[in-house]
Every structure is written in C-alpha cells, then in structure tokens.
C-alpha cells in the first residue's frame, strides 16, 4: 500500500486526470442556481468544483484517529474494479463530478417563497449519465460506468441517514442504510459528507450543519471497513 505521501500525491493526479478529462461535459450546469435550505444562490456549477474540492480533502479522512482504520479506508478506495484499471476511487471522482448533473432540467422555483428544488435529479442524473457515456465514452468500462451510475441514483440517500434525530433512529438508520447499499456505503458517505461541506448548510443552519458532520465522521471511525467488500 502507498506511504501516506504517495498516497496524497497520487490520488491528487487522479483527481486532476479526471477532472480535465470529464469537466466538457459540466458546463451546461453553469447558470443553474439554487436557493433553499442548503444552497443560498448557489450555482450547480460552481457547487460541484466545491464538492469535488471537498472531496479531495475528505479521502485522506484527517478525522479519523485510527492509523489503521484510515489504513483500511485507503485501501478499499485504491481497490481495483474487476481488473478494470480503475479503482473505486475514480468511480467515486467521476460520480462527484455528475452527482448534480440533471439539475438543470429539473429545477423548479416556488413564486412565492422563491425556493428552489429539483425533484429526482439523482434519477434523472444517473440516467442522463449512462445515455451520454454509453455514447461517448467506450473506453470506461461497463462494470465502471454502473458503479458511476449507481452512486449518482442514490447519493442523496445519505442526507437523510446522517441528520440530527434521536441517538437509537440515527443507529438503526446508519445499519438499514449499510444493509441496502453494502457495495457503495462507503462511496455514498464520502460524497455526501463533501456534498455537505459544500453547500451553505454551514452558514444557514450551523447547528444542524456541525451535528452532520460529527455523525459523518463518528461513522467513519467505526465502520467495519471489511463488511462493506
């Protein structure tokens, strides 16, 4: 396995690869903004390169006080996917990068209140994901490409897993949530935890925000990694 310096060095120019390489396909959600309870005028675009930030940050999990939790956490993301030659961790990079890619045509505004919303982005997303790719880009492989899509279908799961309610809800929420998305629990944390992080949350509601982000990484810190393989 990489000494934490590779790993850092190397998981930055997958990012980067990854980003020059599928950012083309972002720009129609530039223009896009958003105004409720997570986002104050916030432009899908600009939210996304955020999130993707966010999420660079968040894989090398400088909250976990386990140097072999953190070990373990590594490895599962720098897991190859059926012979592929990509990892779980490219995966996880496209999929950030599309997890708001039908917002744009789904949007809708209230008159009155002026909030925003885009009922079954991730859906719509995700289908949007596989028409394009299925095109356009052979060279991802198919097992990829549905791994890609199945964290985009459901990558707000975790928004209402990791929110502030009673300690026995929050407990039972987290194992039907590792029950019913075993293979990507941990992809599905990673980007909703940098989803969070990457909207205005922080600043609209401080205390709901902290409470989200300390369930996040609680999690992190004592999850099972080899019961997520």
């Not at 299925?134 to 060279?139: F, P, S």
Request: glycine share 4%; charged share 25%; hydrophobic share 35%.
């Amino acid at each position: 396995m990489f000494a934490l310096d590779q790993e850092k060095s190397y998981s930055a120019q997958i990012a980067v690869t990854i980003f020059r390489e599928f950012n083309m396909h972002l720009e129609e959600l530039f223009g896009t903004y958003e105004n409720n309870i997570w986002h104050e005028y916030d432009d899908v675009y600009i939210h996304t390169l955020t999130v993707y930030s966010e999420l660079i940050k968040a894989i090398h999990f400088g909250f976990i006080t386990n140097p072999q939790q953190k070990d373990q956490l590594h490895q599962y993301l720098f897991t190859e996917i059926d012979n592929t030659g990509f990892f779980n961790l490219h995966a996880l990079f496209i999929a950030t990068l599309f997890h708001d890619f039908a917002k744009p045509e789904t949007i809708q505004c209230d008159q009155t209140s002026n909030q925003t919303c885009c009922p079954d982005h991730e859906i719509k997303g995700a289908e949007k994901f596989k028409l394009l790719f299925r095109r356009k880009h052979e060279r991802l492989p198919k097992s990829v490409r549905t791994r890609i899509y199945t964290i985009i279908q459901f990558h707000t799961i975790p928004h209402g897993v990791f929110v502030p309610k009673e300690k026995q809800e929050v407990e039972r929420s987290i194992e039907e949530f590792l029950q019913s998305h075993k293979a990507i629990a941990i992809e599905l944390a990673l980007l909703g935890y940098a989803d969070t992080k990457g909207c205005q949350l922080y600043k609209l509601n401080p205390t709901e925000y902290q409470t989200r982000m300390e369930l996040y990484e609680s999690f992190f810190n004592s999850l099972d990694v080899t019961q997520t393989r």
